[in-house]
């Protein structure tokens, strides 16, 4: 349970500076590993890791205090299957939609889709691949570095796929040649 990263806290802390001490009081807290629903915990967050979870621990002095005990705080959901660099993916249902932007346009576009992630309460996800090459590599490193807020990101860089194979450019003959990171997306 200490381990775990909170749903509800990963919007808080996403601009919080590293060193900053915060404490939650949760009204509920579910602890999955143990199968039940614990009342009136206090979660003290330093350095953006969870340090101690109990009843009635000791607020450090100065700490920032997040007052959520009127609420259920839970563990962060993982999303083992997403393309959150894809943009807005399939507009209207066009697969050349990705050949008429740029990949920094398609990056740009992946943002929203990053902070509607997190905001569902996925606090990390498995990008399983995207069009444009590396896109979802430079989303999570925006991520990381504090620059935008979205999930942890775990990343494939480009689709594993065959000729033909899902996350081929439908429809391409393998012999047409596409933009360099297209055909590695």
Not at 17 to 34: E, S
Not at 93 to 119: I, M, Y
Request: aromatic residues 4%; charged residues 20%; hydrophobic residues 45%.
């Amino acid at each position: 349970m200490k381990n775990a990263v909170l749903a509800s806290l990963a919007c808080a802390f996403s601009s919080i500076a590293a060193a900053q001490v915060t404490a939650v009081r949760a009204g509920r807290l579910v602890d999955p590993d143990a199968s039940i629903v614990l009342t009136d915990q206090v979660i003290i967050v330093a350095g953006g890791k969870i340090q101690s979870v109990g009843k009635g621990l000791a607020i450090p002095a100065g700490a920032r205090i997040i007052d959520l005990s009127d609420k259920t705080v839970l563990p962060g959901f993982i999303d083992c299957h997403t393309h959150l660099a894809d943009g807005k993916g399939l507009e209207n249902g066009d697969p050349f939609n990705v050949l008429k932007k740029t990949a920094s346009q398609v990056v740009l576009e992946s943002v929203p889709n990053a902070r509607a992630t997190l905001h569902s309460g996925f606090t990390t996800v498995r990008d399983v691949g995207t069009y444009r090459a590396l896109n979802d590599v430079a989303l999570r490193d925006a991520i990381a570095e504090g620059d935008i807020i979205g999930p942890r990101m775990y990343v494939a860089g480009a689709y594993i796929t065959i000729t033909g194979g899902a996350g081929a450019m439908t429809g391409q003959a393998p012999d047409i040649r596409l933009p360099w990171d297209l055909p590695y997306g």
